[in-house]
C-alpha cells in the first residue's frame, strides 16, 4: 500500500522521479509541481491532514475556490454542497469539531471545486466506522459516475474497494503482481489466500 501511495504522490509532484515517465492525456507530466497538477485536473487526497482544521467549512471552500472567478466560485460551492448535504449543516462550523468521516466529505469536496480529472485518494476511510466507510465509499462511485472523474484509490479496506473497482492492481515488493478485472483478483487463489486472507 505505502509504494502505491508514494506513486500517487509522484503523480502528484511531491516524490522526485528516477527512471520512467507519467503521461496524461498523452501528454508527459513526469517533472510536474503540485501547484501544477493542480491547474491541469489532478487531485491528491492525503490520508490525514488533508483540510484546514481551524478554519470552519465555509472558509475552507472558499480558499480552495479562490484562483476562480466569483460567479463560478460561488456555483461550484453550491454544487459541492448539493453533493455533500452535510456540509451544508456544517457549513460555518470549524473541521476540527466534525468526525472523521465529515472531514473526509469536506476533503473531497475541496478537490471536487477545481473540477479534476483525476482523484487520487490515500486510504479514505482508514479509522471510519464501517456506516461511514460505506458513505465515503459511495461518494466516490458517485464522483465517477456523477462527475465523470477517474479515481485511483490506495485502500486499506481491500474486499470492499474491489467490490466498487474497475480494475484492480497489487503490488508486492514495489511491483505489480496483478493487474486485471477485480473479480479475477478475488478469483486468484494463491492471491487471494495470502493478501486479502480469502480461504
Do not use: W
Amino acid at each position: 500500500m505505502d509504494t502505491l501511495v508514494g506513486r500517487s504522490k509522484t503523480v502528484f509532484g511531491l516524490t522526485n522521479v528516477y527512471s520512467g515517465n507519467i503521461i496524461l492525456e498523452g501528454k508527459d507530466v513526469t517533472k510536474i509541481r503540485p501547484h501544477q497538477a493542480a491547474r491541469i485536473g489532478i487531485a491528491y487526497l492525503p490520508q490525514t491532514d488533508n483540510v484546514f482544521s481551524e478554519l470552519t467549512v465555509e472558509e475552507n471552500l472558499k480558499m480552495a475556490a479562490y484562483t476562480l472567478k466569483k460567479e463560478i466560485a460561488e456555483e461550484r460551492i453550491k454544487e459541492v454542497l448539493d453533493f455533500f448535504p452535510t456540509l451544508k449543516r456544517k457549513f460555518k462550523d470549524k473541521a476540527a469539531t466534525m468526525s472523521g468521516g465529515e472531514r473526509q466529505m469536506l476533503a473531497i469536496a475541496i478537490n471536487l471545486i477545481r473540477s479534476p480529472k483525476l482523484m487520487m485518494f490515500d486510504e479514505p476511510t482508514a479509522n471510519l466506522a464501517p456506516i461511514v466507510v460505506k458513505q465515503i465509499l459511495d461518494s466516490i462511485i458517485k464522483l465517477c459516475e456523477e462527475h465523470g472523474i477517474t479515481v485511483v484509490l490506495v485502500e486499506q479496506n481491500a474486499m470492499r474497494a474491489l467490490e466498487v473497482a474497475d480494475k484492480a492492481y497489487l503490488l508486492v515488493s514495489g511491483r505489480v503482481a496483478f493487474s486485471g478485472q477485480p473479480k479475477e483478483l478475488l478469483e486468484h487463489k494463491e492471491f487471494a489466500s495470502m493478501y486479502l486472507g480469502i480461504k
